[in-house]
């Protein structure tokens, strides 16, 4: 397995992982109330001014004009190319958390699109009814039981958590593709990431538009957003918890 | 039939009739989405201007959705402090503030379908879970939450892929009544013009 390789890189990215993780968790009480736990957020607006000004000058308008000048199907295609490239590293991610199904997904979702599908560009693994993967090390730290953390900003990538975080490197640091001899792939994976990430800018533009640029604090808007969202793909959401609609008092409204 | 029987008779009946035919049950709670998915669906068809479409939605919301809950939770906690007539003047920009916010994303919803998957009772309500097929995007899930808590089979909150879509407009509303320093006036005459 590619993480025997280079053994000292991926303790080096589980340290981190680990150190990044074991900060502080959120009292469950708290948690269940429903309040946020963002102590860093004044150095957490900080970036946020700073991701604002970075997709407002550079990456909204670059995506904008990548999804209107490259035809919607290269678009896709690119986007499958590099969620192909990712399937690697997510299906070791799946076998780390025991669930040899997904790794075995993944690693069909690899062999079929990598060959029939040129390279990745198209998708025919999906044709074939192979259920999507989508997985990384932050799940995977969930899943070993390591609590959600502290609600952060990272420069560029946005909302996170410094669980998912500390995953991000992980994943980053110990991409297989990278331990290939003689080839640029680690580099091609980064650059076919951000592409794919323009192109998901630029279709989903007035979404990503209306929280960060129409919303009376696009920070609360983000983070809010962000961790409802992340915890449903984990399954971690509590069941639907609602103010029981006969409890509001609504008279006057 | 003699009496005896008959007055038990009547009495079950009696009994169970007002539940049969008032309360709200699993497929009460999917038709109300089915068809407000329906209205939707012919509104975006209409091809009208975005403004008189904006007005079509604002009836939509008003005829489906629990809209004095609404209000009520999206205000929250200075909901208490409010009068009445600031109340009513709220919600009533609320209506028309979110209407417009949601409604101009028609667009994404052209070509689109939302399919009922499910429905479950949660407490006093209905959960009715729905997925999104979207042009040029994956499927995703849309839940709704429905009650008869007014009388009426009414939504009253959506779940987009789990993210609460009452909580992030709370989360909205906190944040322009805390620009204008907690005046609700202000944040009422900012709704208006948002809208």
């Known amino acids: 397995m590619a993480y025997m390789l280079r053994p000292h890189k991926f303790l080096f990215a589980l340290i981190f992982a680990a150190f990044a993780a074991g900060c502080a968790n959120q009292d469950p009480v708290a948690r269940a109330a429903g309040e946020v736990f963002d102590p860093y957020e004044k150095t957490n607006r900080t970036v946020h001014a700073f991701n604002r000004g970075v997709d407002r000058l550079a990456f909204r308008p670059a995506s904008k004009g990548y999804v209107a000048i490259v035809p919607a199907p290269m678009v896709t295609s690119f986007s499958h190319f590099a969620e192909n490239l990712s399937m690697p590293g997510q299906m070791i991610n799946a076998l780390l958390q025991g669930d040899l199904k997904m790794a075995g997904n993944a690693f069909s979702r690899f062999v079929i699109n990598s060959t029939v599908g040129f390279a990745g560009l198209a998708d025919p693994a999906s044709e074939f009814n192979v259920p999507p993967v989508d997985t990384d090390f932050g799940e995977t730290l969930h899943v070993w039981g390591v609590g959600e953390g502290a609600y952060v900003e990272l420069p560029f990538f946005g909302p996170s958590t410094s669980r998912d975080a500390a995953g991000i490197a992980v994943d980053f640091f110990t991409n297989p593709l990278g331990y290939v001899e003689q080839n640029t792939a680690d580099n091609i994976s980064i650059y076919a990431e951000i592409v794919r990430r323009m192109g998901d800018r630029g279709n989903y533009s007035d979404t990503i538009d209306s929280i960060l640029y129409e919303s009376a604090d696009s920070y609360a808007q983000s983070r809010l957003i962000y961790l409802q969202n992340r915890r449903f793909e984990l399954g971690e959401g509590e069941e639907i918890t609602e103010i029981d609609p006969f409890e509001l008092n609504t008279e006057g409204f | ?195």
């Open chain 2, 1 to 195: 039939m003699d009496r005896r029987k008959f007055i038990i008779g009547a009495g079950a009946v009696l009994a169970t009739a007002p539940q049969a035919l008032w309360a709200l049950n699993e497929s009460r709670a999917s038709s109300l989405i089915n068809s407000l998915v329906t209205d939707i669906n012919r509104v975006i068809a209409s091809g009208k201007g975005e403004s008189a479409m904006y007005r079509d939605f604002e009836r939509i919301f008003q005829r489906y959705s629990d809209t004095s809950y609404i209000a009520a939770y999206a205000l929250g906690a200075d909901g208490r402090r409010a009068s009445s007539a600031q109340k009513r003047a709220f919600s009533q920009a609320f209506q028309g503030y979110i209407s417009r916010k949601y409604g101009k994303r028609f667009r994404e919803f052209i070509g689109g379908k939302l399919e009922v998957t499910g429905v479950k009772k949660v407490k006093k309500w209905y959960e009715v879970s729905t997925i999104a097929y979207l042009k040029g995007q994956s499927p995703f899930e849309v839940t709704f939450l429905v009650s008869d808590r007014s009388g009426r089979d009414l939504f009253f909150n959506m779940f987009i892929e789990g993210v609460n879509l009452l909580l992030t407009e709370r989360t909205e509303i906190g944040s322009i009544l805390d620009s204008k320093r907690g005046d609700i006036d202000a944040l009422i005459a900012e709704l208006h013009r948002l809208s």
